[in-house]
C-alpha cells in the first residue's frame, strides 16, 4: 500500500513538471543592416514549457511593408526536453535604401482543446469563444537600409573613368596643338634639311610614329608647301590617323615615305611617291 501511494505521489509531480505554461515570444535580428535587393529576415520564435497539443501557433500576421517585397517563410518547430518552440521568419527584400521602420509582427496561440463555441454564437457574446485567441505581439524595430554593396564600387569606378577621361582630352588637345604648332615655329632656328631628316630617322627608332610624320612635314614644307602638295597631303593625313586615329605603320610605310620626303627635297622626281 505504500509503494501504491509512493507511485501516485510521483505521477502527480510528474504531471505537474510538465503542465503547460503561457508561451513567449523571442524575436530574433540579424547583426547586420539590411541592404536594398538582398533578402532581411528576421525569426520569431514562440516557446513554452508542456506538451505539443496545449498550444496551436497561428501564422504571423504583419503590417504592410512599402518599402520592400515581404514573404513568410515556413514555420520549423523544435522540441527540446519538455520545451517546444515554434520559429516562423518574415523575410523582406528592400527596394529603396533610408530609414524604416520593421513592421509589427502578431502570432496567435489558441489551445486546441478548448471547447467548440456554439452554433450562431459569436465572439463578443463569449469572451471565451477560442476563436478570440491571446496572441504575441512584437513591436517595431528601426532599421536602416543600405545602398547595395557594389554601389562604392561603381561611384570609384565613374571617377576613374572620368579622371581618365580628361586625361585623354588633354593628350589630344597637346597632340593638336603640337601638330599645328611645331611645323611652324621649329624651324624659326632654321635646321638643315639633314638635320630636321635625322631627327625624324630618330623619332623613327624610337617608335614615335606621329613625331615621325610631323617632323617629315616639316622636312618638306622646308623647299615650299606648294612644291610636294600632294605629299604634304599624304604626310598630313597620315600623321593624323596614327595620332588620332590608333593607326599603326609598318616598317616599310615608314621606310618608303622617308625615301619620298628625301627625293623631294634632293629635288629628285624620278620616282613616284611611295604609298
Known sequence: MIG???FILIGCCGFLAVEAQEPSLEVIVPERDPRVGE?????????????????????LEFESVEWGD??????????????????????VIPR???NFDWPVVTIGYPNPEAATPKENETPEAN?????????????????????????????GGLGA?????????????????RAIAVPESALTNEPTVEEVLHIARRHWLDG????????L??????????SHSDLLKRLKSRAHEVGFGGAHPTEDELEGVFRDVQRAVSGSSDTEPHE
Open 4 to 6: 501504491f501511494r509512493v
Open 217 to 226: 612635314i616639316r622636312a618638306a614644307e622646308s623647299v615650299g608647301k606648294n
Open 96 to 98: 529603396e535604401a533610408g
Open 39 to 59: 533578402p532581411y529576415t528576421v525569426s520569431y520564435q514562440v516557446s513554452w514549457l508542456g506538451n505539443a497539443r496545449d498550444f496551436a501557433v497561428m501564422p
Open 208 to 215: 614615335q610614329y606621329y613625331e615621325y610624320f610631323t617632323t
Open 161 to 177: 573613368f572620368l579622371v581618365f577621361s580628361i586625361f585623354m582630352a588633354f593628350l589630344v588637345y597637346t597632340r593638336r596643338s
Open 127 to 155: 469572451p471565451s469563444d477560442p476563436r478570440v485567441y491571446p496572441t504575441l505581439r512584437a513591436q517595431s524595430l528601426p532599421i536602416l537600409v543600405r545602398s547595395p554593396q557594389n554601389a562604392p564600387w561603381i561611384s
Open 70 to 91: 515581404a514573404t513568410v517563410r515556413q514555420a520549423v518547430s523544435e522540441l527540446r526536453g519538455d520545451t517546444l518552440s515554434v520559429t516562423q521568419s518574415l523575410e
